[in-house]
């Protein structure tokens, strides 16, 4: 069983920057890869971005344009996300996610979620 937690949410005005990190437990996590989705009130949940299970691929979402960086650190077994150039769109709570696909932007590839961290940007 694996288990993770996110972290790094919080409150930023447009422009400002968060990092997002998942700590995963269980010792087969550097096996899986790794990725972030995000749900809005009233929306449905949307891909971010994934990482493959070396962190050698990453795949993102067309709306990130650049904005965000996806990594991770298999010793640490964490996956984090680098969000800068924020903006209130991107308003929504973020959750960790890991699955044997890399870079599936298909939420239903994923086996273990996190309980997410809600992320706010202020105008």
């Known amino acids: 069983q694996v288990k993770l937690v996110e972290s790094g949410g919080g409150l930023v005005q447009a422009g400002g920057s968060l990092r997002l990190s998942c700590a995963a437990s269980?010792?087969?996590?550097?096996?899986?890869?790794g990725s972030w989705f995000r749900q809005a009130p009233g929306k449905a949940r949307e891909f971010v971005a994934a990482?493959?299970?070396?962190?050698?691929?990453?795949n993102y979402a067309d709306f990130v344009n650049g904005r965000f960086t996806i990594s991770r650190d298999n010793a640490k077994n964490t996956v984090d996300l680098q969000m800068n150039s924020l903006k209130p769109e991107d308003t929504a709570v973020y959750y960790c996610?890991?699955?044997?696909?890399?870079?599936?932007?298909?939420?239903?590839?994923?086996?273990?979620w996190g309980h997410g961290t809600q992320v706010t940007v202020s105008s």
């Open positions: 996610a890991i699955g044997r696909y890399n870079n599936s932007p298909r939420w239903g590839e994923y086996d273990y």
């Open positions: 269980g010792r087969t996590y550097s096996t899986y890869a």
């Open positions: 990482i493959s299970w070396s962190g050698g691929s990453t």
